[in-house]
Nanobody, 133 residues
Framework: QVQLVESGGGSVQAGGSLRLSCAAS????????????LAWFRQAPEKEREGVAL???????DYADSVKGRFTISRDNFKKTLYLKMNDLKPEDTAMYYC???????????????????????WGRGTQVTVSS
């Protein structure tokens, strides 16, 4: 089965930057990996899980309003790795960050997935990001 492993989290001061990585295994090839929609989620203590960024098979992206302009999602299909570059970090960005393969809620093609309708199909275990003021 598909397995996802996040890395790159840590503690930074407000205004700093981090790059998260998500390495995948269990895909037959880089081609099959490239067919999946991929996303980053985050969850802070006592808060709901939040979809942060999405990238589809055509590398079209979507971002939560709270991170738009500061975060950039990208993928390297040959390396089977997903990235999240986070700039100008704020204390409210503090959370556990998870990567996931996602599909459209209720069914549909990858290019029909959006941040508002995506449903995770596989999860990583998370990497902690802590931003101090």
């Amino acid at each position: 089965q598909v397995q996802l492993v996040e890395s790159g989290g840590g503690s930074v001061q407000a205004g700093g930057s981090l790059r998260l990585s998500c390495a995948a295994s269990g895909y037959t090839s880089s081609t099959t990996y490239g067919l999946d929609c991929l996303a980053w989620f985050r969850q802070a203590p006592e808060k709901e899980r939040e979809g942060v960024a999405l990238i589809d098979s055509a590398e079209t992206t979507d971002y939560a309003d709270s991170v738009k302009g500061r975060f950039t999602i990208s993928r390297d299909n040959f390396k089977k790795t997903l990235y999240l570059k986070m700039n100008d970090l704020k204390p409210e960005d503090t959370a556990m960050y998870y990567c996931a393969a996602v599909g459209k809620r209720g069914g549909g093609f990858c290019d029909e997935v959006s941040l508002s309708n995506m449903e995770p199909t596989a999860w990583g275990r998370g990497t902690q990001v802590t931003v101090s003021s």
